[in-house]
């Protein structure tokens, strides 16, 4: 046994969690009533990289903040521009692939007393409200702008406090930092739980009538993920950037599309920054602020979603139009974490744009809910990973401008 257990923690973190996803979709196919026990250490693992992953951003921003160095570069800027750039562009592609494949609804019911948001304002005041959010509610609520706002306005405030006060916050970051590493540990098992959950709960015959509806949101992500976002990461780092990418999908897209949850994979996200020796005072606050603005699978979903919609009831589009929707699709993504139900929520506004009655809009989100099983998994793979991949394209293209050497093969 003891031989077994070593051996076992000589495996890389991935190779465990392909096991554990293995083990699961076996038990969940041929023995899914014994298998559904199982399915709690799912929801413990999920639960627990929620709950540390607040208190984590609160800590360690503050605590990078409060030791900042003046004249310290952190290529925020960078990094945010590559966030709208690859979220717009996101659109932008939807937008254009369901021109090139028009898909037609058969419209669903069961989302009608949900209230989507009234307008972009609605959108983005919802977005300021929560900067200014209580802090202790912030925290409870995982609201992670708030939690950024605060951790921000705190760690200027102690910027010059005693150096003992300085060094027990960076003791309390170092030790919520140990503990995600043991959270981490149990990852193999968490996936697990959550693929038994998965095909036991949800099957795939309820998916199979919108086939064409989940290839073109698949394929267009597919799209983003291993080309766009190469190139954009290229622009930066004039070199092959695919093994940064597969390093990110690899590390960080596998556990978001069974978490489902950028909130939940912000440790594991921090962790891949980490081994990738990026700098914390950049990581600490760009990882947080790309789960809550870096929503390049949300702004997919809602240009897809609503030009079905347009397909579905034989609305002309004009090229200005689409244009129009892809901005917009880019500015409600990046607004999606502060509505209930994320970005299909948002559908309903971008369908305001052709004159589409609530009532039918909410028919298509009904769509988004049946589908939502596969199409929230790979969104929220493509918004994660991609945070990890823009931090990183931002940071090496400032080691190449100062001549440092990057090993994106050992980054692999």
Known sequence: MKKLWKKWNQLS???QIIIGLII??????????????????GSLFVGALKAIAPVLVLFLVMSAIAQHKSGHQTNMKSIIGLYLIGTFLAGLIAVIVSFVFPVSLTLAKGAEDLAAPGGVTEVLKSLLLNVVDNPVKAIYNA?????LAWALVLGMALRNAPETTKTMISNFSDAVSKMVTWVIKFAPLGIMGLVIDSITTNGIESLL???????VLVGCMLFVAFVVNPIIVFTAIRQNPYPLVFKCIKESGITAFFTRSSAANIPINMKLCEKLELDRDTYSVSIPLGATINMAGAAVTISVLTLAAVHTLNIHVDIPTAIILSVLSAVCACGASGVAGGSLLLIPLACSLFGIPNDVAMQVVGVGFIIGVLQDSFETSLNSSTDVL??????????????????LKKAA
């Not at 609201?143 to 939690?147: A, D, L, Q, R, W």
Request: hydrophobic fraction near 55%; aromatic fraction near 12%; avoid cysteine.
């Open 390 to 407: 823009f931090t990183a394209a931002a940071e090496f293209k400032q080691w190449r401008k100062e001549g440092k050497k990057i090993d």
């Open 24 to 41: 699961g979709i076996i038990l969940a196919v041929l023995i899914p009533e014994v298998a559904k026990p199982v399915v709690i250490f």
């Open 209 to 215: 009538g919108y086939g064409k509806l989940l290839a």
């Open 13 to 15: 973190l991935v190779k």
């Open 143 to 147: 609201n992670y702008i708030g939690i």
